[in-house]
C-alpha cells in the first residue's frame, strides 16, 4: 500500500556496527578522557616567537590529533585523508 510520506531518518547515523568504528570509539573516548593530550598537541602548534594576527584559524589541536590518528590507522596519505575525513561517517564522528 503506497503511503503519503515516510518519517524523516536521522541527519547523522547513530552508529555503525563494524569493528573500526569499536576501534575509533574506543580511542575518541580515551582522547575525551585525556584533554592533556590536545594541550601537548597544541603546544607543538603554537609558534613559540610571535604570533600572527592574519590567516585562518585552522583545525583545533584536537581535531589534528584526531586526523593525525586516522592518518596513521589507515595507511593514508595527505590527500586521502582529506578525501575520506570528508566522505567518511564515521571518520567525521571521530
Same mark, same amino acid.
Given at each position: ?28 573516548? &580515551? ?13 607543538? +602548534? !603554537?609558534?613559540?616567537?610571535?604570533? #600572527? %594576527? ?15 590518528? &586516522? ?13 575520506? +575525513? !570528508?566522505?567518511?561517517?564515521?571518520? #567525521? %564522528?571521530?
Amino acid at each position: 500500500m503506497r503511503k503519503t510520506s515516510k518519517k524523516q531518518m536521522p541527519l547523522m547515523p547513530q552508529s555503525f556496527d563494524h569493528p573500526r568504528t569499536a576501534e575509533l570509539d574506543a580511542i575518541s573516548r &580515551v582522547l575525551d578522557a585525556c584533554p592533556n593530550i590536545a594541550r601537548l598537541v597544541m603546544q607543538d +602548534l !603554537s609558534p613559540t616567537t610571535t604570533k #600572527r %594576527r592574519a590567516g585562518a584559524n585552522g583545525m583545533t589541536a584536537e581535531q589534528v590529533a584526531r586526523a593525525a590518528i &586516522v592518518k596513521q590507522m589507515f595507511e593514508f596519505s595527505y590527500q586521502d585523508l582529506a578525501f575520506h +575525513l !570528508s566522505d567518511s561517517v564515521s571518520l #567525521r %564522528r571521530f
